[in-house]
């Protein structure tokens, strides 16, 4: 849970190229260990509207907040500075990495996660994740989905998302190719997931569940080839 009782400051955003609306949040407090972002974890908000969330993103009985909310016409909003730890992420694990929020910059996009992402929306995304990305030398692998670190208890930013488009620019690790092989074991599916990142504590069907959200919204069903060979990084002979 986040710490209480740290007031707010109302210094001006570092973000300030894409000149987002600076809407403070008094949910926040500093990163723990002197740590400073080394992922940025996407969130869809799951209300419907943007004011919705940023009243609740801004309530402090919400206790909850992120570093940024795009609205579905494209819209951009800053709550806490980056330098800051907002709390978006909850309980979770990245890399064997727990504390996300001490590690991560949260963005927060508009929308009941029911339906594809506008254009607006992705645009400014686009546009922010660079700026982020040079600011704390984040490389592609470390912009991740809430449900990456918190498998079977997040789901966004759901399987509307469109990772490949990110992927594409550079903004999220690239997926191997698909190659044919045999159904995979469960343990050489675990052992691929947690190499890939996917190492918080979860049961089989929840890791898979986190992987497909990822990597394979589309498929269903019992594990099979391409479930691991998303987990395999480009290049590696298998
Ligand atoms: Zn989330």
Aim: hydrophobic letters at 40%.
């Amino acid at each position: 849970m986040p710490a209480a009782g740290i007031p707010a400051r109302s210094a001006v955003p570092s973000t300030t190229e894409l000149s987002p609306i600076w809407h403070p949040s008094p949910n926040f407090s500093e990163r723990r260990d002197g740590l400073t972002p080394s992922l940025v974890v996407i969130h869809y908000t799951a209300m419907n509207s943007a004011k919705a969330a940023l009243d609740r993103l801004c309530d402090p009985a919400s206790e909850v907040s992120a570093h940024f909310l795009i609205g579905g016409d494209g819209t951009l909003w800053q709550m806490v500075r980056e330098e800051d730890r907002a709390w978006h992420a909850g309980a979770g694990e990245w890399e064997g990495q727990t504390d996300i929020n001490s590690r991560s910059v949260g963005i927060e996009l508009d929308s009941t996660g029911s339906h594809p992402f506008s254009e607006p929306q992705m645009s400014t995304l686009e546009a922010l994740l660079p700026r982020i990305m040079k600011s704390w030398s984040i490389p592609a692998s470390g912009v991740i989905g809430h449900s990456d670190m918190a498998p079977g208890r997040k789901s966004d930013p759901g399987p509307h998302f469109d990772w490949q488009r990110l992927e594409r620019q550079a903004l999220a690790k690239p997926r191997a190719p698909v190659t044919a092989s045999a159904t995979p074991s469960p343990e050489a599916f675990r052992a691929a997931a947690r190499r890939a990142g996917f190492t918080a504590p979860v049961d089989d069907t929840q890791l898979l569940a986190a992987v497909r959200l990822r990597f394979r919204p589309w498929a269903q069903g019992p594990l099979e080839t391409g479930d691991l060979n998303a987990l395999i990084p480009p290049g590696t002979i298998t």
